[in-house]
T-cell receptor, first 115, second 112 residues
Framework: GAVVSQHPSWVICKSGTSVKIECRSL??????MFWYRQFPKQSLMLMAT?????????EQGVEKDKFLINHASLTLSTLTVTSAHPEDSSFYIC???????????FGPGTRLTVT | KQEVTQIPAALSVPEGENLVLNCSFT??????LQWFRQDPGKGLTSLLL?????REQTSGRLNASLDKSSGRSTLYIAASQPGDSATYLC???????????FGTGTKLQVIP
């Protein structure tokens, strides 16, 4: 089946540093990838939609300069949290939309803790 | 703005019972609807996807239905098992930019 990986699975960083999270579709091409954020005991909130080769579309309230998204190829999208602060601590999940059946396949998530 | 609500927020049932989880959405012009389960601290596992032109999908003990006109979907779980304990999320995808809105989730506990 379609598999999406995320790296790293968890990361701890100091306030003010930047962190990059990778999302890869391992066995299929994904023209569209999505980035979500999940706060404790809450549902997922869509942050941005990225299409290969074009700029990401950010949801209202999401700072594009804070959360840099790059969709360099049909199998890789990255999310960089710049100048991280403790309030950025969260669970970040990506998904990739399989061109064949429109189904979204989700990565295992990355838990970010900013100290 | 699409809003997706799931009822109940939490559900506890004895093993073996059949159960229904509900998902409602405010904008019926959807592209598809997908049901997921999420175990604590983990990512999402896709259960069923229903295209806007379909009325139901089945996989094993799971059956999902879709009524676009009324803005509702249900996930039916037959003969529940303790391993079914998880949070169940429905997600609605719109056309165009393919924006996905997740529901609030139903936390299910199946008691042995």
């Amino acid at each position: 089946g379609a598999v999406v990986s995320q790296h790293p699975s968890w990361v701890i960083c100091k306030s003010g540093t930047s962190v990059k999270i990778e999302c890869r579709s391992l066995d299929f091409q994904a023209t569209t990838m999505f980035w979500y954020r999940q706060f404790p005991k809450q549902s997922l909130m869509l942050m941005a939609t990225s299409n290969e080769g074009s700029k990401a579309t950010y949801e209202q309230g999401v700072e594009k300069d804070k959360f840099l998204i790059n969709h360099a190829s049909l199998t890789l999208s990255t999310l960089t949290v710049t100048s991280a602060h403790p309030e950025d601590s969260s669970f970040y999940i990506c998904s990739a939309r399989y061109r064949g059946n429109d189904e979204q396949y989700f990565g295992p998530g990355t838990r970010l803790t900013v100290t | 703005k699409q809003e997706v609500t799931q009822i109940p927020a939490a559900l506890s049932v004895p093993e073996g019972e059949n159960l229904v989880l509900n998902c409602s959405f405010t904008d019926s012009a959807i592209y598809n609807l997908q049901w997921f389960r999420q175990d604590p601290g983990k990512g999402l596992t896709s259960l069923l996807l229903i295209q806007s032109s379909q009325r139901e999908q089945t996989s094993g003990r799971l059956n999902a239905s879709l009524d676009k006109s009324s803005g509702r979907s249900t996930l039916y779980i037959a003969a529940s098992q303790p391993g079914d304990s998880a949070t169940y999320l429905c997600a609605v995808m719109m056309g165009g930019y393919q924006k996905v809105t997740f529901g609030t989730g139903t936390k299910l506990q199946v008691i042995p």
